[in-house]
């Protein structure tokens, strides 16, 4: 992530892709190509978005987000994205639209090449649309691009859609509409050390704060550790019912791991799948069994998509 800083870019003219991008899906992805397309034309592409989400610094609630802000930096720079500017939106909040695009926009990034989305809104009280923005940027003499809805199953994408898909458990779904798997990195903490009892250890990890929660249940996921090696995992996203839990928590057992201590560490757990609902056992034993058939199934998922590119 850049500072926003008038000297470094001032000389440079630009491609701007403007907007919070949470998830980076399919259609903000064409948001972003479009920048980058313009390198081609001698242009720099940058990302112009905020550190905080609009609609919750706004006290409307987002229901967490789809991506951490450093998954969103990561894939930015590996679409392309060169420099990407993440301010805090309670500086510019106030800013009315007319001089957000005339003042940082054409001002401080020099921008010869702007791209949104068709429902893009800037400036105080969101008082700018397209259409200002169009008005605006011909007055300057800067082409203006705007994208237009991208379809799924006659769905609009949004990051609406996909939160609503993650809460009910269609990771399948909503991970063709990200264009990535949804997941997180978290440090691995020490748990009650019930799974390695049964035979089946498991890493624990609290989800990052904000991110959007998935169902309570047990997917199939892709596990990566900080030697760079992948496993298959069997992940519980809940509160582990059968043995008295009541704290949201990431556990997963790694059925083809066997190395040793890997607490402290960090893992990579992105979710592939549904398996079933979370579920209170009725004893230890059921839930060893279902634990094991978990896993057959999430190999499967596994090597049909994750090794595949799926």
């Known amino acids: 992530?850049?500072?926003?800083?008038?000297?470094?870019?001032?000389?440079?003219?630009?491609?701007?892709?403007?907007?919070f991008f949470d998830g980076l899906h399919k259609g903000h992805r064409r948001v972003i190509l479009s920048a980058v397309e313009q390198k081609k034309n001698g242009l720099l592409p940058v990302c112009f978005t905020f550190a905080q989400?609009?609609?919750?610094?706004?006290?409307?609630?987002?229901?967490?987000?789809?991506?951490?802000?450093?998954?969103?930096?990561?894939?930015?720079?590996?679409?392309?994205?060169?420099?990407?500017?993440?301010?805090?939106?309670?500086k510019l909040m106030n800013m009315s639209a007319k001089d957000f695009v005339e003042k940082i926009i054409f001002g401080n990034l020099n921008a010869k090449f702007v791209v949104c989305g068709f429902n893009y809104r800037f400036g105080k009280n969101g008082e700018g649309d397209t259409d200002l923005l169009k008005k605006l940027c011909d007055e300057n003499g800067t082409e203006l691009k705007v994208i237009e809805p991208e379809r799924d199953d006659g769905d609009v994408v949004s990051s609406t859609l996909?939160?609503?898909?993650?809460?009910?458990?269609?990771?399948?779904?909503?991970?063709?509409l990200l264009c990535s798997h949804f997941g997180f990195s978290a440090v691995i903490t020490h748990g009650k050390r019930l799974g390695r009892e049964l035979g089946t250890p498991t890493i624990n990890q609290k989800l990052p704060e904000n991110l959007a929660v998935p169902k309570y249940g047990v997917y199939a996921s892709a596990v990566t550790l900080e030697d760079g090696k992948?496993?298959?995992?069997?992940?519980?996203i809940g509160v582990k019912p059968t043995v008295g839990g009541t704290k949201l928590l990431s556990e997963t057992w790694m059925p083809d791991f066997h190395g040793g201590e890997i607490y402290g560490q960090t893992a990579d757990v992105r979710l592939l799948d549904f398996i079933r609902p979370e579920k209170k056992f009725d004893n230890i034993t059921e839930l060893k069994n279902a634990i094991t058939d978990n896993a057959v199934t999430a190999k499967e998922i596994f090597g049909e998509m994750y090794r595949y590119g799926a």
């Not at 996909?162 to 063709?176: H, Q």
């Not at 992948?230 to 519980?236: A, D, H, I």
């Open 1 to 19: 992530m850049q500072n926003f800083t008038v000297s470094e870019h001032e000389k440079l003219n630009t491609a701007v892709a403007l907007g």
């Open 162 to 176: 996909i939160r609503l898909l993650v809460s009910e458990g269609n990771i399948r779904r909503a991970n063709k």
């Open 230 to 236: 992948v496993y298959c995992g069997v992940t519980n």
């Open 53 to 90: 989400s609009p609609k919750e610094v706004l006290g409307k609630s987002s229901n967490g987000a789809l991506m951490t802000t450093e998954d969103k930096l990561k894939t930015l720079e590996s679409l392309g994205i060169e420099h990407t500017f993440s301010l805090d939106f309670k």
